[in-house]
């Protein structure tokens, strides 16, 4: 049995800052990759930033260089720093794991969702 509890989504200023957050926990032998994912009404799912367990980073062209991704490995935890963000980021953001348990099962888990609404 494996969640993750997002926290830090809410109402911003464009030009303003967000910071969320995405905690692993349970029966959890490894986490491995761990992501940002968004929605907006009327649209699909989209990937916004990805890490790897080793930090390696990856960003949708629409958020580079206003976005950054970080973990802490030792916490479990996923972050999404979003500066300077627009009317066009708002979304439900989800937040997603690669999860190996403890019983050698692995699976890939979400996150409730958290509304992120940025105003103009």
């Known amino acids: 049995q494996v969640q993750l509890v997002e926290s830090g989504g809410g109402l911003v200023q464009a030009g303003g800052s967000l910071r969320l957050s995405c905690k692993a926990s349970?029966?959890?032998?490894?986490?491995?990759?761990m992501g940002w994912y968004r929605q907006a009404p009327g649209k699909q799912r989209e990937l916004v930033a990805a890490i790897t367990s080793g930090g390696s980073t990856n960003y949708a062209d629409s958020v580079k260089g206003r976005f950054a991704i970080s973990r802490d490995n030792a916490r479990n935890t996923v972050y999404l720093q979003m500066n300077s963000p627009k009317p066009e980021d708002t979304a439900v953001y989800y937040c997603?794991?690669?999860?190996?348990?403890?019983?050698?099962?692995?699976?890939?888990?979400w996150g409730q969702g958290t509304q992120v609404t940025v105003s103009s």
């Open positions: 349970g029966r959890i032998y490894r986490v491995n990759g």
């Open positions: 997603n794991a690669d999860v190996l348990d403890t019983r050698g099962f692995g699976d890939a888990y």
